[in-house]
């Protein structure tokens, strides 16, 4: 069974700042790792798929790296629409899906 | 533009039955397979079950195995859930979310099932 590990729980900084978001994955998913936003209210946003391609319409300040078992979300300059909650996934390998537990990022 | 707009949930006592319903518009529904992922208040995402586009594959998560039935009618463009036997950790928003290169990648808005007596 996949385990996915996101670290910090949470995180609070300020608009402007570097934001770097990890997710450890037990045992390797390979490059088959994906990163979703969610806001209050919302449901969740596709961000990137296959450890860093960008999904349609997502702003190139986000970013995605990592292989095998240690993954990066990357957000190289926090805008106000960023603060959310973050949520890292693993590929279908039926029978399962399994999402990490979820960094929230917060305004400091 | 895709869209996928849930709609079936409510409050249901402990033991209740209710249908989730997924209405799909803004492309080529028979061709994608589905999932429903759920959150429960103020928790995390819990992926719940699968269905291809044809319906050959079916998978359910082990919390509900036994409990809950997936089903799709392509003709008419909507997924379903048949949710039985409904426990009070069953409240949770439901979402169904399309699946594209292994990945969910639209979702519907959610709707909320409250399990209680």
């Known amino acids: 069974e996949i385990m996915l590990t996101q670290s910090p729980a949470t995180l609070s900084l300020s608009p402007g700042e570097r934001v770097t978001l990890s997710c450890r994955a037990s045992?390797?998913?390979?490059?088959?790792l994906a990163w979703y936003q969610q806001k209050p209210g919302q449901a969740p946003r596709l961000l990137i798929y296959d450890t860093s391609n960008r999904a349609t319409g997502i702003p190139a300040r986000f970013s995605g790296s990592g292989s095998g078992t240690d993954f990066t979300l990357t957000i190289s300059s926090l805008e106000p629409e960023d603060f959310a909650v973050y949520y890292c996934l693993r590929r279908s390998t039926w029978p399962s899906l399994t999402f990490g537990g979820g960094t929230k990022v917060e305004i400091k | 533009e895709v869209q996928l707009v849930e709609s079936g949930g409510g409050l249901v006592q402990p033991g209740g039955s209710l249908r989730l319903s997924c209405a799909a518009s803004g492309f080529t529904f028979s061709s994608y397979s589905m999932n429903w992922v759920r959150q429960a208040p103020g928790r995390g995402l819990e992926w719940v079950s699968y269905i291809s586009s044809s319906s050959n594959s079916i998978y359910y998560a082990d919390s509900v195995k036994g409990r809950f039935i997936i089903s799709r009618d392509n003709a008419k463009n909507s997924l379903y859930v048949q949710m039985n036997s409904l426990r009070h950790e069953d409240t949770a928003v439901y979402y169904c979310?399309?699946?594209?290169?292994?990945?969910?990648?639209?979702w519907g808005q959610g709707t909320l099932v409250t399990v209680s007596s």
């Open positions: 045992p390797s998913v390979s490059s088959y």
């Open positions: 979310a399309r699946v594209r290169l292994g990945y969910p990648d639209y």
